[in-house]
């Protein structure tokens, strides 16, 4: 789109270490199914503007997320039925000012820009929608919005921001002042004047406004992000900010690097407004967030999954794989996934990001990975493993295919359980239907396809002195993960 348009950006960065064991590295709470309706946080967000008012144009998403996750991200973006969507891979994580930066160097000028983090949940969005359309015209015209939760208890752990004279027209306010995470007792007092609203990390600005805000405010941030963009590369259907250029620019949030500055600031030339909001919203930034938003029983209990609860109370059971049952407990958080457990006191939730930390330390890959791991491809899922052997179940996408790959270091073999393989086995290549295997020696080159309309679905047993995913050597790759 050329003439001015809303387009949403969707912030799609994090890592998510205060919902692990679910949330990890390789697979971040942003791609999960989390509200109980079936579709990941990103993809509720993609659709969070459907239906929308026609007379707000609206464009295709723009997603700023760590290269890492590209193919997971457009795989989820396909499967929502999000067309013509564009992602911009970070090369590093550079906190929300820097991405939104890359996605106004990447936009149309006069576009309006609405940031909105991927790990939010809004359980009301056509009141979403009223105030994007509050914020548009004053948008159009110049502003900074950001758009503030009615608060409706004294929260510690957000920030909040002072209103101040109402504009005429619109349900919009000047922003008096933003506060920092306050004690209790100044929460309370915040609530009780009726006059300050939970800063929620939505943002909506006019493309060249926000480049100028960021010339005056922060220009070593802006000339590296410029740099990077322009000596940006195309992946495929990605757009890749150069990786060194962008490793120098200084990270920052939109908050603390524009917005915090704008209140007072007549010479820089941008408003700063704020649009109420009571759209059932959650930053789900915590277990103990999960709790309050999901259905409760007569007990107060949360439940996902196989989960039983018996003389429990006000509690998180949260089940992957297996049964989790609780006996006379209270304010606690049980999750359950295939290869960890966390009990949390639901008062403490918080602190689970160092329980990822410590296993950062001690080097251990539950900090980042699941045992089910997503590839472009598909997935794999490590179902045993032992001295010298791993026994993994592995899933094709149809028409998907693996690196053509060899291993210094084991052998494999294949059965096929469901669908037909297309091998690649040193200098032969042929057709398996279910039932029927393949042995793949050491050091022989060897490639996966799925040629079929189903997922094709095998037993892939694995022999050696080592069993790494570092042992693997790519001649040929249709995602781009050749070294150059």
């Known amino acids: 789109m050329t003439s001015q348009h809303l387009l949403p950006v969707i912030l799609c960065g994090g890592s998510g270490t205060r919902l692990w064991p679910l949330s990890r590295e390789t697979y971040p709470k942003q791609f999960l199914a989390l509200n109980g309706d079936g579709c990941s946080m990103l993809q509720d967000t993609a659709t969070r503007l459907d239906g929308l ?22 795989q989820q973006l396909h499967e929502a039925g999000i067309a013509g969507a564009r992602l911009v891979l970070e090369p590093a994580g550079r906190n929300t000012a820097p991405a939104l930066t890359l996605a106004a160097l990447a936009a149309d000028a006069q576009a309006i820009l609405l940031a909105m983090p991927a790990d939010h949940i809004v359980n009301h969005a056509e009141r979403l929608h009223q105030a994007v359309a509050s914020a548009w015209p004053l948008a159009r015209e110049g502003a900074m919005v950001t758009f503030g939760i009615v608060a409706n208890r004294p929260e510690t752990g957000y920030g909040y921001i002072q209103k101040g004279q109402a504009m005429d027209g619109t349900d919009a306010f000047a922003i008096q002042s933003f506060e920092e995470k306050p004690s209790l007792e100044l929460a309370q007092s915040y609530i009780a004047s009726g006059n300050y609203l939970w800063n929620s990390g939505l943002f909506m600005v006019r493309a060249d406004q926000w480049l100028q805000a960021m010339a005056a405010l922060q220009p070593a941030m802006l000339q590296a992000c410029r740099t990077a963009m322009d000596r940006s590369s195309r992946d495929m259907d990605f757009i890749r900010p150069h990786g060194e250029a962008f490793a120098a620019c200084p990270a920052d949030s939109i908050d603390y690097a524009v917005m915090e500055h704008l209140p007072g600031n007549d010479a820089l030339g941008i408003p700063a407004r704020v649009v109420p909001l009571d759209a059932g919203w959650s930053d789900l930034g915590a277990w103990d967030a999960l709790w ?13 999954g196989q989960t039983l609860s018996i003389n429990t109370r006000d509690s998180l059971l949260f089940s992957e794989t297996r049964l989790v049952a609780a006996v006379g407990v209270e304010n606690l958080v049980v ?19 160092k329980i990822v930390a410590e296993l950062k330390a001690q080097k251990r890959s539950l900090a980042s990975t699941h045992r089910k ?70 050091g022989h080159v060897h490639r996966l396809v799925n040629p079929g309309k189903v997922p094709l679905e095998i037993i892939e047993v694995q022999s050696g002195s080592y069993l790494g995913e570092d042992d693997i050597v790519r001649f040929e790759d249709n995602y781009g993960r050749i070294p150059e």
């Not at 998403?61 to 457009?74: S, T």
């Not at 309050?292 to 996902?304: E, F, M, S, W, Y």
Request: hydrophobic share 40%.
């Open 373 to 442: 791991v997503h590839r472009p491809w598909g997935w794999y899922d490590s179902i045993d493993d032992g001295p010298r052997f791993q026994v993994k179940r592995i899933v094709v996408n149809p028409g998907a295919r693996l690196s053509l790959q060899m291993h210094h270091h084991r052998a494999e073999h294949w059965i096929v359980v469901k669908g037909t393989a297309q091998v690649t086995n040193g200098d032969k290549t042929f057709l398996l239907g279910e039932n029927e295997s393949t042995f793949i020696p050491l």
């Open 335 to 353: 999750v359950e996934t295939a290869d960890a457990i966390l009990v949390a006191d639901k008062f403490k939730t918080q602190d689970v990001k």
């Open 292 to 304: 309050d938003v999901l259905p409760h029983d007569d007990q107060g209990n949360a439940h996902a």
């Open 53 to 74: 008012t026609p007379d707000i144009p609206k464009a295709p998403p723009l997603v700023i997320c760590n290269g890492e996750h590209r193919f997971l991200a457009a």
